[in-house]
Structure formats: structure tokens, C-alpha cells
């Protein structure tokens, strides 16, 4: 079946410039997750959103970050006046929270902030 | 607060020759631990969960160990396709899962 999608594939905008990241979970998944990756480092949590809840945000690391998720499925990663330190690869993962944990990963957005 | 390191940061092999990924980790009320494999350019691909102390899980060349400190990742006669970065995660009581830097596996014909 269809995996977890995510576009654009890649992104370059100027400092100063809002984006706009978008994740297509596997269908059916009730718990979606977005990461950052910079070059070399490890995955940082960023927010987690499942079924109708409130979003846990406690990794966003200001508030130029937001991100929502529309009727439970696609998710929208949004953030402001972009830094230079804004640069890495953002990922998206799905699960079936129910019972089990184990995350489904797109391919992840490439952005650079030039 | 949690924490999850992995060691080496990078390692080289020659094709059959075994070897072990370590995956330290601190946290309080382990729900699973979780092992995953990355290409470059691609997402992390789910390999592993363990849930408690002495479970172990294999698939092909692989195999994942857990105690209540760490987890290994045991590879015998490796072969150049299971050259990738192979990730850690932990996920504890709270929703977030926490990553470590990964172990960069390199495996020469």
C-alpha cells in the first residue's frame, strides 16, 4: 500500500521567507509525528498530533514554528521568517498508535535557507 | 532527562565480518525501544521494537538484543547492501520518541 508521502521534496527560500512542509500520513494511521534532521545529528522530536487531541508541541523550538493536522490526516508544518539555522531535513512519520508504536517515515523535505 | 547514545558513530567492515551496534540509553518507564535503518536520502525503515529486558528479535543478518541499560544490534556476515545508518530510538511515558545520532555502518565487498 501506499506509504507516507511528503512535498515538496526539496525547498529553498530566502531568510526572512515563511514555508509551508506537507505530510500525507498512511491511511488509517491515528498518530503523526514531525522530526528535524540536520546534517550528522540525530532526529529531533519536533510535535506529535493523535486522533482528535491536542497536539503535543513540546519540541518546537520557538514559535516561529507551527504545524496543524486537518480531519486527522494530512499535516501542514509551517514556519516563519526563516533562519539559516532552519536548514535540515524535516521528516514526517505515521503510526497505529493502538497497541503499537512503531513509525512509518516519508522521505522527509530538504530545506535550505539561503 | 532521557537520553539515548550510540556508539561508534561510524563503522567499517569487511563483507562476513561480524560485528555489534550499541545503544545506551537513560529513561524512566522504557514503553519500547526501537531500531531503524536510514539510507541516505531517504526516511528512517522501521526494523526492530523490543519492549522489555531480554527480548531479542532477528531478521536475516540481524538481530536486537535488550538489557535495562542498552540494546545491541548484532550483525553477522554483513554484506555491502546493510551499509546504511542504523538509528536507536527510545519511546518512554511521554508521546515523543527520542533519537540517538545513529551508527554509520560501511561495509566493503
Known amino acids: 500500500g501506499a506509504g507516507v508521502s511528503q512535498s515538496p521534496s526539496n525547498k529553498v527560500t530566502e531568510k526572512g521567507k515563511d514555508v509551508e512542509l506537507r505530510c500525507d500520513p498512511i491511511s488509517g494511521h491515528t498518530a503523526l509525528y514531525w522530526y528535524r534532521q540536520s546534517l550528522g545529528q540525530g532526529l529531533e522530536f519536533l510535535i506529535y498530533?493523535?486522533?482528535?487531541?491536542?497536539?503535543?508541541k513540546s519540541g518546537l523550538p520557538s514559535d516561529r514554528f507551527s504545524a496543524e493536522r486537518t480531519g486527522g490526516s494530512v499535516s501542514t508544518l509551517t514556519i516563519q521568517r526563516t533562519q539559516q539555522e532552519d536548514s535540515a531535513v524535516y521528516l514526517c512519520?505515521?503510526?497505529?498508535?493502538?497497541?503499537?508504536?512503531?513509525?512509518?517515515f516519508g522521505p522527509g523535505t530538504r530545506l535550505t535557507v539561503t | 532527562e532521557d537520553q539515548v547514545t550510540q556508539s561508534p558513530e561510524a563503522l567499517r567492515l569487511q563483507e562476513g565480518e561480524s560485528s555489534s551496534l550499541n545503544c545506551s540509553y537513560t529513561v524512566s518507564g522504557l514503553r519500547g525501544l526501537f531500531w531503524y535503518r536510514q539510507d541516505p536520502g531517504k526516511g528512517p525503515e522501521f526494523l526492530f521494537t523490543?519492549?522489555?529486558a531480554g527480548e531479542e528479535k532477528e531478521k536475516e543478518r540481524l538481530k536486537a538484543t535488550l538489557t535495562k541499560k542498552e540494546s545491541f544490534l548484532h550483525i553477522t556476515a554483513p554484506k555491502p547492501e546493510d551499509s546504511a545508518t542504523y538509528l536507536c530510538?527510545?519511546?518512554?511515558?511521554?508521546?515523543?520518541?527520542?533519537f540517538g545520532a545513529g551508527t554509520r555502518l560501511t561495509v566493503k565487498p
Open positions: 498530533f493523535q486522533g482528535n487531541s491536542a497536539p503535543d
Open positions: 530510538a527510545v519511546q518512554a511515558g511521554n508521546n515523543d520518541m527520542r
Open positions: 523490543l519492549y522489555s
Open positions: 512519520a505515521s503510526s497505529l498508535v493502538t497497541g503499537n508504536y512503531e513509525q512509518y
